[in-house]
């Protein structure tokens, strides 16, 4: 029943762990802009995304010739997405590569979509509560 | 919860920079404080900061630590002042050499890097606060 569920609330359930996962790196950037020798990581969201959404239902099954081969879990990767160092523009001499503006405009972004995938969420859950209740 | 590390990493980084505005204001305040020997001058104080990496195969994000302050080694600037009750039997005094303008702009960018996390700190509150208003 919670497989359904978590069917119906489609890719935003995963969107909003993402988004999540990433205003922690971006904070931990933040955090760190003074840092000698910081490196400043972000995660590519759209890759995230699409390998968390792939995983879900379209990940192609391993092919078992004997009883005794395990099947593979193509989603259990999808909690844990690459991460990635950001191209510094202009690193500093300290060997700190954050940059504070794109860093802040960075979290602004994401908090905004944070925000929009709660927006839909929220209106799923909505309309199921409608379908429940009959109103 | 993994949304609850932010706090701690935007509390580690708003700390590093109160210990930073911290030694700016020692060395503001010890600006002037003359010696009468070069070794029982002040010395200027800077942080040194320290990312707080995760264990290897760990996942999550680095909040910031100072891993100690650092004591500057400029020589001490030596001033005549015959009539100071500090001077030598030279009439010299001993000033630290703490530069004020590198103290002010120090403490401007740790004011700036300070509001930047309290600004993550209160917008992460207003999300996980919408997000336990999810379907009301």
Known sequence: ?135 | MSSFKIFDIAGSGMSAQSVRLNTVASNLANADSVSSTPQGVYRARHPVFRANLPAPGDNSSAGVSVAGIAESKAAPETRYDPGNPLADAQGYVYAPSVNVVEEMTDMISASRSYQNNVEVLSTTRDLMLATLKLGQ
């Open chain 1, 1 to 135: 029943m919670a497989n359904r569920i978590d069917n119906f609330l489609g890719v935003h359930a995963q969107a909003l762990t993402l988004e999540s996962r990433r205003t922690q790196l971006l904070a931990a950037n933040i955090a760190n802009v003074d840092t000698p020798n910081y490196k400043a990581r972000d995660l590519d969201f759209k890759a995230a995304l699409a390998n968390a959404a792939g995983a879900e239902g379209g990940a192609l099954p391993l092919r078992a010739t004997h009883g005794t081969h395990l099947q593979g879990n193509a989603g259990a990767a999808s909690n844990d997405p690459a991460l990635l160092y950001r191209v510094p523009m202009a690193p500093a001499l300290d060997g700190n590569t954050v940059d504070e503006q794109l860093e802040q405009a960075a979290f602004a972004e994401n908090s905004v979509r944070y925000q929009a995938t709660l927006t839909l969420l929220g209106g799923k859950l909505r309309s199921l509560m409608t379908a429940i209740t009959g109103q």
